[in-house]
Every structure is written in structure tokens, then in C-alpha cells.
């Protein structure tokens, strides 16, 4: 444990323009250690690891030192020494495995890149021989050296971009928010891997992140960072079980929301959806013709007054397409929905879609940005016979119930922010004074503490109002705390329903308990000590 | 990579044929019919009779227009009517001229754009950068028949290096690219501007992306991060610009010809329409657009060769 | 700072041209129409302020009128070619994936097959030269413009999820197109519309100065070009005269499209807030 640091930052600090973007940062990296930067968007975590790799934008002025053992700081480098370190002894792997990939360029080829840049192999066949073996290390033995990235999956990429960060054997490893948009179960396969490359190659590793959960069982230590600044650096055990800044107080606990209390609802259905089976028909593209594709298979889910149901599953599962579905977006080929006694379809009058609205996940997407949040949250009364009175104190009311002012009637979009334009789309699904909202990955964009406050005032909305909810996510400790059922997805179909807390400790499928034991959790573990 | 060759070959075919009827059918509602408009006011009856059956006017039009393109598969344009001879040896003698000008002033622009685009890119925000910024602006602000003028101003009647004009034919290889050089530059410099403009922003996108910050991460230099990754990124968009452009270079060549007094397509044609040779009219009109399509169809295999994402 | 200081030039270089344009719809120095062998080919002097040219037509006054003509033809086409191509383009987009758009995008590329310059040696070919044949050729060459810029515009927009929102609301895609859509791709047309302009100055020029548009009496800068070919030699300023003008014009479109569109831009326009 004596080691002389890998890397070690002192007192860095970034400006860009008068703007200090970081600020007096120290961090010491430890061979066969992994030391976790948590902190939320805009925190400075990725500007980090940009000034590390001396890749800082143009317009950045890094102060301090980055010093790398056995060469010295490398702020002190000129661009062609810098060129050398990286990638040789300082390495990264980015969040968008869809785009950190070049597209055109054959994953062979990307792999062998760094080996031949770096001089560590003689020629191209040799590179290409050396990537195969690593390829095959990362867990990618059944994929071609001639695959191209768009041929790969969202976690194979991830893979073949880690391959090639760690085929010149660097000595640091550096991972920027590496599995943030993966799935549950992809992500923490790619973390059992990054843990695993750390252990037998005696790597350090840098490990980036929002999620206080993704590095309760990876890091050896964390660093919190808040603002641009360090506000609590300490061993995982200590931040997790006794934080000592409030921040990292608050974060922990919007991290593990506790679970909502068993209810028991016995008031009137309000939705019944039965066997419920949308097939997007074949087409034609020129001469290919894809099959048809089974979106939903038989379908059925109920859901009282006052309560709130938890949608769960992986990308594609067909969650959204439900979601649609119960909107009356979807012609749906067999089965039925129904709302409050009224039948559900794609040319149901305007009177009766007021009954169910919908809030989505992203806060920026969700608005013209022309239009002044009145007529934002007016939209869904254009098509009803409202008065101008009534639509104007109707607005009020909603923005008010939502914890917004109705000062706020008149501003546009973009002078709110994430937490804040959730607000306003909660305020335009209220509008109608539906019985249902769907709330589509709702708070997923929100950074955890703004996500806490967003959770607090739908679940007090839900009592006054007597809302019932659809509540999907793919984090499952928000669902926990959110739902009184839970309903499991999986390839367009219902494999598991039950009570929240039933479900959640004691699943009966195996893709439930998949999902649970992929799923990051916030418990201290005591495997940590095996480890030291 | 198959299925796709097909289908873009389907795509072609398809805008070929419709490209013909489009053109068959403008040709046939001219006022009165074909003969008669052809022959101008003061023609006698028996005269436009014989024309009438010469064209086979008295056929119905679906006859008519699959004799035509039947005719044009097999490369029988029909025959000129002012000229009396075939209108496929008419166009071949042009298009002698019309064709290598076009592919050279192509080859230059290209040749000229890509590295003065890499330049720009490379050397963003400094003179190289801001000198292409700006030469491009004027290059698709000037009229290229001007600017030939301009050329001939300078080089013909000012310094004499070069004659005014004229076309010396293929007999020697030599003198008959020395007759289309000036032509060729005219044509081909305000389009290596813009296309050096289209390069140099499509790099800078480029550079903007995911994959350039990986490809600097493993440790390549801005330079080699811009050779073995932005280029050929940035070369789909260029493709498209250059298919384009070679629509734009095609009815360029037809207008330059005039400045140059070369005997290319264009004269041909504007002298079809002052004679009102239909046949003449028609069946190169439909040339032009063929070529038109044939590019686009290259261009489309291009995307495919640079983009693998578009073999499937 | 930069995109300010070309709009204001490209600006201002179009607006002397437009102000000409339109002066010469009341007054000019000397009518264009009256031909005169004694004042041929005169150099310039306070009565002809840029010289006559060989049918003694004061230059000047030539040249205002061919701006107005080719303002005229080039605005004309923009309106054809928006009219037609931007409800196209809104319609491919609202129907994307289905028959409808396929279609549209297929007529669209037939189009592209037939250069603004074959347009119009067919219609020419068949009805003879006119200024309203350049205008038709220009035009339609600008549909398919016009139903790319706006398609591709709207694409991305249908995927966000205000629009989803107003289908919940139960708008039909007709609606949603005009309140949703279509503003928020103004920016872009409005772009377009400034470099067809600037385009259509040009094609007017390359087919006047062929004849295969506004034919004689009526004064355009290309066939100013076309006529001043012969005399290359003895008057060269008679060349330079018309080219310079169409070119300070296109210039000036350009960097006021350039201008407009890094102002309109809100990604550009985020960094300055």
C-alpha cells in the first residue's frame, strides 16, 4: 500500500475565460487502486479528466500540476512529449459508445491504432494480431477483427472501445461516465470487466461518474466534487457509511430513496388494458422487406384511483410503445383499453383524451421553444371548449401546483432549468385534470438531488389530486420508492406483477431476479475487504 | 453490398424512364404539333404531311415514345431534321468536347479543393483559413461565363499567351487539351473555392466529434487524428457536393462553350432550338439528364464505399 | 461581432441594388429603349455617367434595369419554388417512412435530374424565350430545394417529444405542422430563401446570356454580357460593367444569407446570451 503514486494532481485548477471551472483539485491515483469523482452534470468531473490528458478545449487554462510518475507534470509538456503519454501511459474510454467509435474504420483497425502510434508493435500484422488478443481479453472473442462499430451492440462497443485504451498496457486508466448509457444489465457486466482489467494488469483507475451506487462496490476511494471543487475525499467505507459534508449528505440520500410504505388501495379502476397486441407491420425498403415486428404480446395490466403502478424493463422492451398505446397513439391489432369506462384509440375524440397525459424524460425536448409556457401548458384545452378565463386561471392553478409561480406564465422555456421545465410538464399533464399520468422515464435527466424534490411533489400531487400513476423507469430504487405495484417488461410482454415490495425481495422470474442483481445498489458490501 | 448496388440500380433505371416520358411528353404538347412547329409558319401542307410521316406522327404516342427510347438503347437518336444526318453522330462530334471538358474541370476542381480544404481546416482562423473563406465567397458569387470572359480579357487579348478561342481538335492529344485548358480553369476554379469551403467546414464538424477526442486519447497528433480519421468522415458530405457539382459543371461546359466558341453540346442545342429541330432538342436534353442521373448513381456507390453503415 | 458586421454589408450591397432596382421602375437617365448611332460607344461623361454601349444605350440606365429584371425573375422562383417545395417538404416529413414521403422524395429527385438550364431549354425549346420561361425554369429547379431544406428540418422536430404532446392533445398532423413545425424551421427557409435568391441572380444571367431568357427590348445583365462578347476586344468595360454587377449582388445575398443564419442560428446565438 506503499506505492508511490501513479498520478497525482495538485492543486489543479481550470479557468476558462474568468470562469473557474475547477477548482484547486488534488487527487493522488494508486497502482491496483480505483478512485471514484462523483459529482453532478456541470460539477467539472469530465473537464478533469480533459485536463489530465492535456485534451482541455481551447480557452482553458489549466493551473497547478498533473504529476505522472517517472516524467514530471505533464501540464509542463509540449503538445508532442503529451502525444507520447497518451494512450501509452494514460488512457480513456468515453460515455457514447455509440459515437466515441470512429464509424468508418473497421474495430480491428481502431484497436491496433494505439499499438502502432505508440510503436508497440513492429508492423500492421503484428498490431492486428496483438488486437485480436485483446479483443478476445475484453470479452469480445466472437466479433471479427473486421466488424464495423454500427455491426456491434451498445455494450460490445463499450468493450471494443475499452480494448483499445488498454491494448498499449497504460499505466492509468481513466473512465468518463463509461457505463451511463448502457443498460442495467450491460453496465455492470462492462464494470465487472473494468474491475477485473484493474486487478490483473495493476492499473489505476480514474473512474468518472454521477451514480453513487455504480461506485459503492467498484471504488476504493471517493472523491465528491461539487461546483469545480473537492468537498469530501475519503475511503468508499467512510463516505458511504459517515459522510461528513452535508453534500455528500444530500447525495447519499437522494441516491437511495427509501422505499414507499405498503398502501393498500381498494377505490374504482380506472384503466383496464386486456390482452393488449401491437404488430408494426413488414415494409419495404427498395428490395428488402424487414418481417413484422411484435411490439406488445397480449398485454393485460389494471390500475386503481390513487395508485401508482411501476413499469421496469430493458431498452426495447416496449415500454414506450405501451406508454403510446394507453395514450391512444398506437393502433393496436388485438385487445382492448379502456379508461374510466371509455374505450381507448387513435380517433377517440379530444374530450376523451383529457382523461391520461404524459410527462417525458427529456426536460429540453419537451417544449417548442417559441412558445410562452401559457400556451405551453394550454395545449391540451385547444381541442376542448374551454373559455379564455378559465383557460388563463387554469394555467395559474397548475403552475402554482407544481411550485411554480404564475409570474411564470409568461416566460419561455430556455430560462428555466431541468428541474424546473419538468415542473412546467408536469403543470401542462395536469391541465386537463386527467385521472392518469404517464410519466415516462420522468425523472431520469434530473441530477438526483433536483430528482428528489421532483419525486416529493408528484407523490404529494398524487394524494391531493388522486392521481394514479404509470410509473416507467429503468432504476429500480426510484420505482421502489415510487410504486405500489410493479410490472416487469421483457420483449413486449408482462413476465412478472405484484406488490412493490414483494416483488423487489422476492422475484419469481429469472429475468426479474437478472434485472435486480444487475441493478447498482447503495448498500456498503463487505466483499470491499477482499479485495485490500 | 449487393442489395444495395440493385437497389440503387433499380433507382436509376426508374429515373431514367420517367425522365424520358417527362421529356417525350413537354416535347409533344409544343403548340400545333411537332411537324407544323417544326416547320415554322410558312410551310405547305404537303411539306408538313411528309415531315408528319417521316416522325411517325400518325402512330399513337405510346408508339412513338417506345420506338424513340427503343431507338435510343440501341444509340439511334433519330435523324436531325435541319442537318439530315444521324443525331447520334451529331452528338458524338460534340461530345468529343463537351464530355473531356466537363471531366477535366471535375478532376481540377477536386484536385485543387482537397488539400487547399485540409489546409483551411488544419490552419483554422489563420490566413491559409480566412484566404479560402474568402476565395470561396467569390467563387460562387462569379458568373463563370464572366469569369471566363475575364480569362480571355487577361490571357487571350491582354497577354496573348493563349488564342481567344476555337477548338483544335483530337488529332493531337496535345493541342486539344491546350484548347480546353482555359475553359477548363474557368469552369473549375469558382467550384474548387466552394468545394474547398464544403471540405474545410465538414472537417471542422468532424473534428468536433466523439470518436477524433478517442483517436487523441490513444495519443495520434492533430495531424494524423485529421488524415486517418476526419478526412474520411468528412468525405460523405463532400461526395454529395460533388455530384452535385458536376450537374452544375455539365450546364456550365454548355454556356462556357459559347465564350469559347467551342463546337460542343451547347451549341448544338441552342442551334436545335433556333432551327426548332426538335429531334436534335429532345434526344439531347435527354443525354444531359442521363449523365445527370449516371453521377448520382456513382455518387451513391461512393457513399457506400466510404460509409459502411449504408452496405447492408 | 463577425456575422453582425457581414450581415450588415451583404445587407446594405443588396439594398443599393434593390433601391436601383426599383428607382428604375419611375426614373432612369435615359430610356433604355431608345437607340441612337450617334452617341454609340461613348466613353463615360456627365451625360453618360458609365458610357454607351454600341446601340448608344446609356450603360447605366441598362444596368438598372437589368437589376430589376433580374430581382424580379430570381424572387419569382423563390416564390414558386417555396410555395410548392415548402408544403411538400411539410407534408413528406408528417407522413415520414409512409408512401407519401417516398413519393414526394422520388418526384424530388427527378427533379434534381434536370438542371434549371435543361428546364429550360425544353420549355424554350417548345414556347420560345421569355422571361417568365426563365422564371419557370428557375422555379422549379428551386422546388426540390426548398421540400429538402424543409423535410430535413422537420425530421428531427417530429421525434421530440412537444410534438408527441400535442398528439396527445389530440392535434392532427396538419396542425401540428403548422404550429409546431413550421416555425421552428422559419430560420432555416428563410437561409435557404436568401442563397436560391443569390443562385437564381445567377441562372437568370447564364440564361439571358445564351437567350434563353427576358429577350430584346427588355435590358438584363446577361445579354448585356451576351453583347458585349463581340466587342471584347475594342470595349472591354462593356464586359466588366454587367459581370461586376451580378457578382457585388450574389456577394452581398451571400453574406447577408451567411449573416442571417449564424443571427438565426440559436446554438450560435445560446453561446452570446
Redesign the interface.
Known amino acids: 500500500m506503499s506505492q508511490d503514486a501513479r498520478l497525482t494532481l495538485v492543486h489543479l485548477s481550470v479557468s476558462i475565460g474568468a470562469k473557474r471551472v475547477l477548482d484547486d483539485i488534488s487527487i493522488k491515483l494508486l497502482p491496483h487502486r480505483i478512485t471514484a469523482l462523483v459529482g453532478e452534470s456541470g460539477s467539472g468531473k469530465s473537464m478533469t479528466a480533459l485536463a489530465v490528458m492535456g485534451l482541455l478545449p481551447q480557452g482553458a487554462v489549466a493551473t497547478g500540476a498533473v504529476q505522472l510518475h517517472g516524467t514530471g507534470d505533464l501540464l509542463a509538456l509540449r503538445e508532442a512529449a503529451l502525444c507520447a503519454i497518451r494512450g501509452r501511459k494514460i488512457a480513456m474510454i468515453f460515455q457514447e459508445p455509440m459515437t466515441a467509435l470512429n464509424p468508418v474504420m473497421q474495430i480491428g483497425a481502431q484497436v491496433a491504432e494505439a499499438l502502432l502510434v505508440h510503436g508497440l508493435a513492429e508492423n500492421r500484422r503484428e498490431a492486428m494480431a496483438q488486437a485480436r488478443a485483446v479483443l478476445d481479453r475484453v470479452g469480445l472473442s466472437q466479433i471479427g477483427l473486421d466488424r464495423y462499430p454500427h455491426e456491434l451492440s451498445g455494450g460490445q462497443r463499450q468493450r471494443a472501445a475499452i480494448a483499445a485504451a488498454i491494448a498499449p498496457a497504460p499505466d492509468i486508466l481513466i473512465a468518463d461516465e463509461a457505463t451511463t448509457a448502457l443498460d442495467v444489465t450491460t453496465q455492470s457486466e462492462i464494470l465487472d470487466l473494468l474491475r477485473q482489467l484493474v486487478r490483473e494488469d495493476g492499473m489505476s483507475m480514474l473512474l468518472i461518474t454521477h451514480d453513487l451506487a455504480v461506485v459503492a462496490d467498484m471504488a476504493d476511494e471517493i472523491a465528491v466534487l461539487a461546483a469545480g471543487k473537492i468537498v469530501e475525499a475519503a475511503p468508499t467505507t467512510n463516505i458511504l457509511q459517515a459522510p461528513q459534508h452535508p453534500y455528500t449528505q444530500t447525495l447519499l440520500a437522494a441516491a437511495s430513496p427509501a422505499p414507499r410504505a405498503k398502501r393498500v388501495i381498494e377505490r374504482e379502476v380506472v384503466l383496464q388494458a386486456s390482452d393488449v397486441t401491437r404488430i408494426y407491420p413488414a415494409r419495404r425498403r427498395g428490395l428488402r422487406r424487414s418481417p413484422p415486428m411484435v411490439a406488445l404480446k397480449n398485454v393485460s395490466l389494471t390500475l386503481r384511483r390513487g395508485e401508482c403502478l411501476g413499469l421496469v424493463g430493458g431498452s426495447g422492451c416496449g415500454k414506450s410503445t405501451l406508454a403510446r398505446a394507453l395514450l391512444g397513439l398506437e393502433e393496436i391489432q388485438s385487445g382492448a383499453i379502456d379508461i374510466t369506462g371509455r374505450a381507448v384509440s387513435p380517433n377517440m375524440s379530444p374530450a376523451d383524451r383529457r382523461r391520461i397525459s404524459i410527462v417525458f424524460q427529456d426536460p429540453y425536448g419537451s417544449f417548442n421553444p417559441r412558445w410562452p409556457v401559457k400556451r405551453i401548458i394550454a395545449e391540451p384545452l385547444d381541442l376542448i371548449a374551454v373559455s379564455e378565463e378559465s383557460r388563463a386561471s387554469r394555467v395559474e392553478t397548475a403552475l402554482v401546483q407544481v411550485g411554480l409561480s404564475p409570474e411564470d406564465a409568461q416566460k419561455f422555456p430556455h430560462q428555466f432549468s431541468g428541474g424546473q421545465r419538468q415542473r412546467i410538464a408536469i403543470a401542462r399533464a395536469l391541465i386537463t385534470k386527467p385521472d392518469i399520468l404517464v410519466l415516462d422515464e420522468a425523472v431520469s435527466a434530473l441530477d438526483v438531488s433536483v430528482r428528489a424534490r421532483v419525486l416529493d411533489l408528484l407523490k404529494s400531487l398524487q394524494e391531493d389530486l388522486q392521481l394514479s400513476y404509470i410509473f416507467i423507469t429503468h432504476d429500480l430504487s426510484v420505482v421502489a420508492h415510487m410504486a405500489d405495484r410493479i410490472a416487469v417488461m421483457q420483449a413486449g410482454q408482462i413476465v412478472e406483477t405484484g406488490p412493490a415490495a414483494e416483488l423487489l425481495t422476492n422475484p419469481k422470474q429469472q429475468y426479474t431476479q437478472n434485472l435486480l442483481k444487475a441493478a447498482p445498489r447503495l448498500t456498503v458490501p463487505m466483499r470491499r475487504k477482499e479485495r485490500t | 453490398m449487393l442489395t444495395y448496388f440493385l437497389n440503387r440500380a433499380l433507382a436509376m433505371i426508374l429515373s431514367l424512364a420517367v425522365a424520358s416520358v417527362v421529356i417525350f411528353c413537354l416535347i409533344e404538347v409544343v403548340p400545333g404539333d411537332p411537324a407544323s412547329f417544326m416547320l415554322g409558319l410558312n410551310a405547305t401542307d404537303a411539306a408538313v404531311a411528309n415531315l408528319r410521316a417521316e416522325l411517325g406522327l400518325n402512330q399513337s404516342g405510346l408508339a412513338r415514345y417506345l420506338a424513340w427510347v427503343g431507338g435510343m438503347v440501341q444509340g439511334d437518336f433519330g435523324i436531325s431534321y435541319t442537318y439530315r444526318v444521324p443525331v447520334s453522330e451529331l452528338i458524338q462530334d460534340r461530345l468529343a468536347v463537351s464530355l473531356p471538358l466537363a471531366i477535366y474541370a471535375l478532376l481540377l476542381s477536386t484536385a485543387l479543393a482537397i488539400p487547399i480544404g485540409v489546409l483551411a481546416a488544419a490552419k483554422r482562423g489563420a490566413w491559409p483559413d480566412l484566404g479560402v473563406m474568402a476565395a470561396a465567397q467569390l467563387g460562387i458569387a462569379i458568373p463563370n461565363f464572366w469569369f471566363a470572359m475575364l480569362l480571355v480579357l487577361l490571357f487571350a487579348v491582354k497577354l496573348q499567351w493563349v488564342s481567344a478561342g476555337g477548338f483544335a481538335g483530337w488529332d493531337s492529344f496535345g493541342a486539344g487539351v491546350a484548347s480546353l485548358t482555359l475553359p477548363a480553369i474557368a469552369l473549375a476554379l469558382p467550384q474548387a473555392a466552394i468545394l474547398a469551403r464544403v471540405l474545410r467546414s465538414a472537417l471542422l464538424e468532424t473534428l468536433e466529434q466523439d470518436y477524433i477526442r478517442t483517436a487523441r486519447a490513444k495519443g495520434l497528433t492533430r495531424r494524423q487524428t485529421l488524415w486517418r480519421h476526419a478526412l474520411r468522415n468528412a468525405g460523405i458530405p463532400v461526395m454529395t457536393i460533388l455530384g452535385l457539382q458536376f450537374s452544375f459543371l455539365l450546364a456550365g461546359a454548355i454556356i462556357i462553350e459559347n465564350v469559347f466558341f467551342l463546337p460542343g453540346l451547347g451549341r448544338l442545342i441552342f442551334q436545335g432550338i433556333t432551327q426548332r429541330d426538335l429531334i436534335v432538342v429532345e434526344s439531347v436534353t435527354m443525354l444531359l439528364v442521363f449523365a445527370v442521373i449516371l453521377v448520382t448513381f456513382l455518387v451513391d456507390l461512393a457513399y457506400a464505399a466510404l460509409d459502411p453503415r449504408l452496405r447492408r | 461581432m463577425k456575422t453582425q458586421r457581414s450581415l450588415f454589408i451583404g445587407g446594405a450591397i443588396s439594398l443599393v441594388f434593390l433601391m436601383l432596382a426599383a428607382l428604375s421602375l419611375f426614373w432612369v437617365p435615359h430610356e433604355v429603349t431608345s437607340l441612337s448611332i450617334a452617341a454609340r460607344l461613348q466613353g463615360p461623361s456627365t451625360t453618360y455617367l458609365l458610357g454607351t454601349d454600341q446601340f448608344g444605350r446609356d450603360i447605366l440606365s441598362l444596368l438598372m434595369v437589368g437589376a430589376q429584371t433580374s430581382i424580379a425573375v430570381a424572387v419569382a422562383a423563390i416564390g414558386i419554388g417555396a410555395g410548392i417545395g415548402v408544403p411538400l417538404g411539410l407534408l413528406a416529413a408528417a407522413h415520414h417512412?409512409r408512401i407519401g414521403d417516398e413519393v414526394i422524395m422520388?418526384g424530388n429527385?427527378?427533379i434534381?435530374?434536370?438542371?434549371?438550364?435543361?428546364i429550360a431549354?425544353?420549355?424554350?425549346?417548345?414556347?420560345g424565350p421569355s422571361a417568365f420561361n426563365a422564371i419557370l425554369a428557375i422555379g422549379i429547379f428551386n422546388i426540390p430545394v426548398f421540400a429538402r431544406v424543409t423535410r430535413a428540418g422537420a425530421l428531427p422536430i417530429w421525434t421530440?417529444?412537444?410534438i408527441?404532446?400535442?398528439?396527445?392533445?389530440?392535434?392532427s398532423k396538419f396542425r401540428i405542422s403548422l404550429?409546431?413545425i413550421l416555425?421552428?424551421i422559419l430560420n432555416l427557409i428563410i437561409v435557404q430563401a436568401t442563397i436560391q435568391f443569390?443562385l437564381g441572380i445567377?441562372a437568370e444571367?447564364?440564361l439571358s446570356?445564351?437567350?434563353?431568357g427576358a429577350q430584346p427590348p427588355t435590358p438584363s445583365w446577361g445579354r448585356m454580357?451576351?453583347e458585349a462578347?463581340t466587342m471584347?476586344?475594342s470595349h472591354?468595360m462593356l464586359?466588366?460593367l454587367?459581370?461586376a454587377c451580378?457578382?457585388?449582388l450574389?456577394?452581398g445575398l451571400?453574406?447577408a444569407g451567411d449573416g442571417l443564419r449564424d443571427h438565426l442560428d440559436?446554438r450560435l446565438r445560446?453561446v452570446v446570451k
Open positions: 417512412g422520388r429527385d427527378l434534381f435530374a434536370f438542371p434549371a438550364l435543361v431549354i425544353l420549355i424554350t425549346a417548345t414556347y421530440l417529444d412537444y408527441m404532446a400535442a398528439k396527445v392533445a389530440g392535434k404550429e409546431h416555425p421552428n443569390s445567377l444571367a447564364a446570356y445564351v437567350g434563353l454580357l451576351a462578347q471584347i476586344y472591354p464586359a466588366v454587367p459581370g451580378i457578382m457585388a450574389v456577394l451571400n453574406l440559436p445560446q
